[in-house]
């Protein structure tokens, strides 16, 4: 090849053209832009080799250099295996699957909470559109939409050989029909319906719109009638035939259906006890110094009430500082010693109300439930108990989940054993899974003599109280 002075070109000897001019490569860049600015989101010390050979990338694949692109990420992963970002882009790069996968699947090793490796393991999964996936990108809040009233799809709990009602045996998982004696074994299940808030919240942000319905339709299966399901319940009984309907979805296909259900262990009896017991205590014994606190009289009803109930990851940073008397002030104290150390904790089976009514301080006071008798859930299992449908969103329990699960940690790792010591505690939770549960209820209306009312909440699993406060009747 030759150098064309007055060019500025290399020339082929066979006149072929090997590279462009100098004025039309600054008209070429001119055209493009500038690269944009690729933000890394890797949380830690990034070491600079690493971060040098991922800009490198970048730049590479801005000029189209998809190969060289590749090799550059590759080598910022031998620098630091851990490199989130590298792990993505190179996921993004590459056309080979398996390796595709391989990256995503390290980086939410990594970072369990990435939204964005997630979101692209649900793409390679079938489980996102690309269209779906743009869409969930979006940080702006779904689209509200209203419906004044929705069908519904529902089953019908009665017997499939004289159309009684069924009831239920839970210790034997039975269905058994209170009238002809048939009995039927309740499907087995083995997935409790545990999802990541991560993949919760891409599904959400996917569908663009969050509905807000009215009133529910249901066509009952057993005699054909067509009605109004009670706002907040999931089922209840046809008031012309007595058939047990337990809606499985409606029209805006929406609806959350239960992961798991914790029976009852309390009877109807036991409970009214309980609440008596709770009755007898010293602050009502002084609240009837001032009113007739007396009961008139009690109507029990057992209910499931739904719950949302959260395991957190969390990240903790705790730093002890130690003191000693300084030598030459003897009043005095000096810092002797700061240590930092990081570490993760857990905590599981955080219990959030999912409903507004009853209030959710008082449904709270029921709590703690023991998860360990739960059981996978199938609408059968609400054939001698109604269930309540929650009315909050998985997205507002998280955020008092998140702060129970912080204020929890600061307070296990918030002490010392030295006399001179300060602690502070950093929790940040990294990554949440959940599951919507039903919990057995009994709810109590109490009348007192004065005509005031009052609602108790016993758990139905170990007979815990929850008192409501009195309301005035008119």
Not at 276 to 291: H, P
Not at 306 to 315: E, S
Not at 416 to 428: D, F, L, Q, T, Y
Not at 433 to 446: E, G, I, K, Q
Request: charged letters at 25%; proline letters at 5%; one cysteine or more.
């Amino acid at each position: 090849m030759t150098l064309s002075l007055s060019e500025g070109v290399f020339r082929c000897p066979n006149g072929h053209r090997l590279i462009e001019t100098l004025d039309e490569a600054q008209a070429r860049l001119r055209a493009k832009g500038n690269r944009p600015v690729v933000a890394i989101n890797f949380r830690g010390a990034l070491d600079m080799r690493a971060r040098s050979l991922f800009e490198s990338a970048h730049d590479y694949l801005w000029r189209g250099d998809t190969d060289a692109a590749i090799d550059a990420l590759r080598d910022a992963l031998d620098v630091q295996p851990d490199f989130i970002d590298a792990h993505l882009w190179m996921a993004r790069t590459v056309s080979d699957t398996a390796v595709r996968r391989k990256h995503l699947e390290m980086l939410v090793a990594y970072e369990p909470g990435n939204l964005d490796g997630i979101r692209e393991l649900m793409l390679l999964d079938g489980k996102l559109t690309p269209e779906q996936a743009e869409r969930s990108r979006s940080t702006a809040a779904p689209i509200l939409q209203h419906a004044e009233a929705v069908k519904t799809t529902t089953r019908t709990l009665a017997c499939p050989v004289c159309g009684g009602d069924l009831t239920l045996d839970a210790a034997n998982r039975l269905v058994i029909c209170k009238f002809c004696g048939y009995t039927a074994p309740l499907p087995a299940a083995t997935d409790d319906g545990a999802q990541t808030m991560g993949v919760a919240l891409i599904q959400q942000r996917a569908r663009g719109v969050k509905w807000q319905i009215g009133e529910r339709l249901q066509h009952c299966n057993n005699c054909g009638a067509e009605r109004t399901i009670p706002q907040g319940r999931l089922s209840g009984a046809c008031p012309f035939c007595g058939a047990t309907a337990v809606i499985i979805a409606d029209a805006t296909d929406s609806l959350e259906q239960p992961d798991a259900i914790v029976p009852f262990r309390i009877d109807e009896e036991s409970a009214k006890q309980a609440v008596i017991e709770r009755l007898k205590g010293i602050d009502e014994r002084l609240y009837g110094l001032f009113a007739d606190n007396r009961i008139a009289s009690a109507a029990l009803e057992g209910v499931y009430l739904p719950f949302w109930v959260f395991d957190a990851v969390i990240d903790v940073t705790r730093t002890l500082t130690a003191y000693h008397p300084s030598r030459r002030n003897e009043g005095r104290r000096i810092t002797a010693l700061d240590s930092t150390t990081h570490f993760q904790d857990g905590m599981i089976g955080i219990p959030i109300p999912a409903v507004n009514a009853p209030p959710a301080r008082l449904v709270s006071e029921t709590t703690p439930y023991t998860f360990d008798q739960a059981a996978p859930y199938h609408p059968n299992l609400l054939a001698k108990y109604p269930a309540a449908l929650y009315s909050r969103d998985f997205e507002t329990a998280a955020l008092d989940a998140r702060t129970i699960a912080a204020a929890a940690t600061r307070a296990r790792h918030g002490h010392s054993e030295a006399h001179e010591a300060e602690v502070r505690v950093s929790a940040s939770v990294q990554q949440m899974t959940f599951r919507l549960a039903l919990m057995p209820v009994w709810m109590v209306s109490l009348v007192e003599r004065d005509g005031d009312r009052r609602l108790a909440l016993v758990n139905g699993q170990t007979g815990r109280v929850a008192l409501g406060t009195p309301e005035r009747t008119k």
